[in-house]
């Protein structure tokens, strides 16, 4: 669907506290962002893999 592609063209109705987010165009500056917070997410990233691997078996 074309309209996945402009999501901030939409007239719909956004129940969300990110409504400004919504409405703003895809865009690619926040890519790399969540690299700031490797190394506290690491913990998690870690028990997640132990758990993915321990499924996987």
Do not use: M, W
Request: aromatic letters at 8%.
């Amino acid at each position: 669907d074309e309209a996945c592609y402009k999501p901030h063209k939409s007239c719909r109705t956004v129940a969300t506290a990110s409504l400004a987010q919504v409405r703003q165009p895809i865009y690619k500056s926040a890519i790399g962002s969540s690299q700031a917070y490797r190394n506290h997410l690491q913990p998690f990233i870690d028990a997640y893999a132990q758990l993915h691997d321990a499924k996987a078996t």
